[in-house]
Nanobody, 127 residues
Framework: QVQLVESGGGLVQAGGSLRLSCAAS????????MGWFRQAPGKEREFVAA????????YYADSVKGRFTISRDNAKNTVYLQMNSLKPEDTAVYYC????????????????????WGQGTQVTVSS
């Protein structure tokens, strides 16, 4: 089992920045690829970003490319999502997820590719 706890959400004005953190425990963190997803009210959960085990490869949704950066610190068992130039449409609950699936890289944005999920952290961007 892997436990994931997100933090860093909050209320920010449009154009501002936030950094989300996801702390993992329970298994060897470096064995897991990590992802961030978000879910806005009335909408389905959508992919935001993902990062490979060694951080050598990252993936982003088109909607956040150039504004968000995913990173990880395997020594601290933590993955981060730096969010800049935030827009009201970024308002959502943000979830981190972990996977040890070897073929994860074939579709890193797929909800089904991930085994473990955190409880989420709310991000609200005011206009």
């Amino acid at each position: 089992q892997v436990q994931l706890v997100e933090s860093g959400g909050g209320l920010v004005q449009a154009g501002g920045s936030l950094r989300l953190s996801c702390a993992a425990s329970g298994r060897t963190f470096s064995n897991y690829a990590m992802g961030w997803f978000r879910q806005a009210p009335g909408k389905e959960r959508e992919f935001v970003a993902a990062i490979s085990w060694s951080a050598a490869t990252t993936y982003y949704a088109d909607s956040v490319k150039g504004r968000f950066t995913i990173s990880r610190d395997n020594a601290k068992n933590t993955v981060y999502l730096q969010m800049n130039s935030l827009k009201p449409e970024d308002t959502a609950v943000y979830y981190c997820a972990a996977t040890s699936w070897g073929n994860w890289y074939k579709n890193p944005g797929a909800y089904s590719a991930y085994d473990y999920w955190g409880q989420g952290t709310q991000v609200t961007v005011s206009s």
